[in-house]
C-alpha cells in the first residue's frame, strides 16, 4: 500500500500544471522555514458570523497564535482581501470518479491503486477549492487516503470517514451492533446508514425501526456519530428518536420533523443544487447504470422542486442546524461550493448562514469545534483567502487565491 500511494504522488503531480505545483511547493517551503507566520486580513469573516477590518493572524506550529493590529512587515500580505476559516464539506464521496471509458464508477478491471489515484485527485482539486476538511461516507479505503494525507504524503484535506455503510442487508438488529462496534475498532470517524431507500427507488423507509435504533444506539455507546440518508416523515422520524447525529437529503418532510430537528439538535445537510446539476450535466455518464434511469432522473427533478420548498420552509418556520454537505459525487470534486451559492441565490438562505454552515457549524457537527472551523486563538490554521466578498456575492467563493492548511500552505496565486 505505501508504494501504490507513493506511486500516486508522482501520477498526481503530472495531471496538474508543473507550473502550479511549483508554486504551491514554493509557498510551503516559505512559511515551513518561518518560526512565525503573519497574514494580513483586510476583511476578516471569522466563521462565526463576525466581520473585522484589518486584522493581523500570528500562526506558529500550526496554530493561530495572535489576532491583532500589529504592523508588518507580513509574510502574506492580504490587505485588498477576504480572509476566511477553510471550508467544510461534512458530505462527500472521495473515490467516486469516472472511469477512462467516461462511465461512472471503476472499470471491471481496475485495480485498488488506480482507484486511489482517482481519490488523490480528488482530494487535491477539492482542497484546492478551499475545502481543507470533507467527510468521505462511503468506502473502506477512505481510510487509505485518510491516513496518507495525515502523514503529509499527499496534499489534500483533512478527511473523516465512515468505512463501507450500513443499509438494510447489513444484517440483524444484534448483527448490527458488532458492526457498529467493528466499525469503531477499524478506525471510523462516523457510522453512515441508509434509513431509507435511493430517490431514485422512491425515497421509502427500507431499514426497520429496530435496525436503526440498533446503529444509533450503538454508535452513541461508542462515541461515534451518525449521519443517516433519509427521506420523507417517517423515516426522519424514526432516525431522530433514535439518537441518530445528522439527517442527510431530508426532503418531504413536515413541519412536525422541523421542531423535532430543532427540539434535538439534530444537525441537517440538505443536497439542493450541485448534486442534482451534476448528474443532469453529467447524465450520460450514469444513465443505464444500476438505477440511473430515465425513471430515476424523473425522481430526481421531482426530489429537486421538492427539496427547494422544504428547504425554504425549514429556513421561515425553524431554528435547525442547517450544516453544509454536497454529496460530492464524480464529476463535482473541486466544484463543492457550487452547493452553498445554490443554497443562497434559489434556496433563500443567508449568506453569512451559508459560510457559518460551511465552517464553525459544520466544525461542531463534526466535534471539532476546538480544532477547526472559525479563525480563532489555539485553533488549527486553516486559512483561506479571496478576492472580493461574499456577503455580496457568493460567487467570490468560487476564487480561491490562497489555501493554508494546519499552518502549511498549498496554494497561494
Same mark, same amino acid.
Given at each position: ?204 423507509q427500507v431499514m426497520s425501526d429496530a435496525q436503526i435504533q440498533a446503529v444509533c444506539s450503538t454508535a452513541n455507546e461508542v462515541g ?12 426522519? *422520524?424514526?432516525?431522530? +428518536?433514535?439518537?441518530?447525529?445528522? #439527517?442527510?437529503? $431530508?426532503?418531504?418532510? /413536515?413541519?412536525?420533523? %422541523? !421542531? ?104 461542531? *457537527?463534526?466535534?471539532? +469545534?476546538?480544532?477547526?472551523?472559525? #479563525?480563532?486563538? $489555539?485553533?488549527?490554521? /486553516?486559512?483561506?483567502? %479571496? !478576492? ?26
Amino acid at each position: 500500500m505505501r508504494k501504490i500511494l507513493i506511486a500516486s504522488i508522482f501520477t498526481l503531480a503530472a495531471s496538474f500544471s508543473f507550473y502550479e505545483i511549483a508554486l504551491a511547493q514554493s509557498a510551503v517551503n516559505t512559511a515551513a522555514g518561518q518560526e512565525s507566520i503573519t497574514i494580513r486580513a483586510g476583511s476578516l469573516i471569522d466563521g462565526t458570523g463576525e466581520v473585522r477590518e484589518n486584522v493581523t493572524i500570528t500562526v506558529e506550529n500550526g496554530k493561530i497564535q495572535r489576532l491583532d493590529n500589529s504592523a508588518g512587515p507580513y509574510t502574506f500580505d492580504f490587505s485588498d482581501k477576504i480572509v476566511l476559516p477553510g471550508l467544510i464539506d461534512t458530505h462527500v464521496h472521495i473515490t467516486a470518479h469516472f472511469n477512462s471509458q467516461g462511465r461512472y464508477g471503476p472499470d471491471p478491471d481496475q485495480t485498488q491503486a488506480q482507484t486511489l489515484l482517482y481519490a488523490a485527485e480528488n482530494a487535491y482539486l477539492t482542497l484546492m477549492a478551499g475545502f481543507t476538511t470533507i467527510q468521505s461516507v462511503g468506502r473502506d479505503d477512505d481510510k487509505d487516503l485518510r491516513d496518507a494525507i495525515n502523514r503529509g504524503v499527499l496534499p489534500g484535506p483533512r478527511i473523516l470517514t465512515s468505512l463501507a455503510p450500513i443499509n438494510l442487508n447489513s444484517g440483524t438488529p444484534s448483527q448490527l451492533v458488532e458492526i457498529v462496534r467493528q466499525r469503531h475498532a477499524d478506525g471510523a470517524d462516523v457510522i453512515k446508514m441508509f434509513a431509507s431507500a435511493s430517490i431514485r427507488d422512491g425515497g421509502s423507509q427500507v431499514m426497520s425501526d429496530a435496525q436503526i435504533q440498533a446503529v444509533c444506539s450503538t454508535a452513541n455507546e461508542v462515541g461515534l456519530r451518525t449521519v443517516v440518508h433519509a427521506y420523507g416523515t417517517e423515516s426522519i *422520524s424514526t432516525v431522530i +428518536e433514535a439518537g441518530c447525529t445528522q #439527517i442527510e437529503h $431530508g426532503n418531504r418532510y /413536515d413541519d412536525d420533523i %422541523i !421542531d423535532l430537528m430543532t427540539e434535538r439538535d439534530t444537525y441537517y445537510d440538505p443536497h439542493l443544487g450541485l448534486l442534482y446539476a451534476n448528474y443532469f450535466d453529467n447524465r450520460g455518464k450514469f444513465i443505464g447504470i444500476g438505477n440511473y434511469t430515465e425513471e430515476g432522473f424523473a425522481a430526481m427533478e421531482e426530489a429537486r422542486v421538492i427539496g427547494y420548498e422544504t428547504f425554504k420552509r425549514t429556513l421561515e418556520l425553524g431554528d435547525v442546524k442547517i450544516v453544509y454537505g454536497t454529496d460530492a459525487l464524480a464529476g463535482a470534486h473541486g466544484r463543492n461550493i457550487e452547493e452553498l451559492i445554490y443554497r443562497v441565490e434559489e434556496g433563500g438562505q443567508d449568506r453569512m448562514d451559508a459560510i457559518v454552515s460551511a465552517t464553525s457549524l459544520a466544525a461542531e *457537527s463534526l466535534n471539532l +469545534e476546538q480544532v477547526i472551523g472559525t #479563525i480563532a486563538v $489555539g485553533l488549527n490554521a /486553516d486559512i483561506i483567502a %479571496i !478576492d472580493d466578498n461574499p456577503l455580496e456575492d457568493t460567487a467570490a467563493l468560487r476564487n480561491i487565491r490562497f489555501v493554508m492548511k494546519d499552518g502549511v500552505v498549498y496554494k497561494n496565486n
